[in-house]
């Protein structure tokens, strides 16, 4: 099993949809978790970065933490063409080093 | 401005080769990690450096080889052992234990 698992997609949204993004994971030592976003022939931007459970927003991105049900999701409200890239779940503990999702591929349409 | 810097973006090797991939950073990061990354595979963990002078192996390290001499200075070595050397490869660091890793633009290797 892998450590982390992501749906690679492709998903495709008309513009100024809600779009949500996940990832589940095995191993209950995670407590950092990241989402990267990768535009295509470039190194991946961190977008968001928490730490254990809970919400943080940032924008029109919010990254949502359940640590009981080993899950974690990105929303992105009101989304645009410029969404438009593949998104990486990335998470790690403590001293350890960083586990990727494969990605999904988001396509929004005008 | 403070980044990481990978060159060159575009890399064409002839088998049997051993070609070097450069990985600079100027944001005073002490680790620093490579990846490849493959269509539907994500990012495999190649080699990684905790400090100047230590580095450890990741999860496909066959095939490569890295030294740390100093600490802005990763580079990544893709020696005539790795069998299938074509892909996107991309350096990171980060700037403590549980903090994000930043990466550089990556480097398309092409093996003709």
């Known amino acids: 099993q892998k450590e982390v698992e992501q749906d690679p997609g492709p998903l495709s949204v008309p513009e100024g949809a809600i779009v949500s993004l996940n990832c589940t994971y095995s191993?209950?030592?995670?407590?950092?978790f990241m989402w990267y976003r990768q535009y295509s022939r470039k190194g991946p931007e961190l977008l968001m970065y928490?730490?254990?459970?809970g919400n943080k927003e940032d924008g029109r991105f919010t990254a949502q933490v359940d640590k009981s049900s080993k899950y974690i999701s990105l929303f992105i409200r009101d989304s645009q063409p410029s969404d438009s890239a593949t998104y990486l779940c990335a998470m790690s503990k403590l001293g350890d080093q960083f586990y990727f999702g494969t990605g999904t591929s988001l396509t929004v349409i005008p | 401005d403070g980044g990481i810097t990978q060159s060159p973006k575009y890399l064409f090797r002839k088998e049997g080769q051993n070609v070097t991939l450069s990985c600079e950073q100027n944001?005073?990061?002490?680790?620093m990690y490579w990846y490849r990354q493959d269509p539907g595979q994500g990012l495999r963990l190649i080699y990684y450096s905790q400090i100047v002078n230590d580095f450890q192996k990741g999860d496909i390290a066959e095939g490569y080889s890295v030294s740390r001499e100093k600490k802005e200075s990763f580079p990544l070595t893709v020696t005539s052992a790795q069998k299938n050397p074509t892909a996107f490869y991309l350096c990171a660091s980060i700037a403590g234990p549980n903090t994000e890793a930043f990466f550089g633009q990556g480097t398309r290797l092409t093996v003709v």
């Open positions: 944001l005073n990061h002490d680790a």
């Open positions: 928490t730490y254990s459970s």
């Open positions: 191993n209950s030592a995670f407590q950092y």
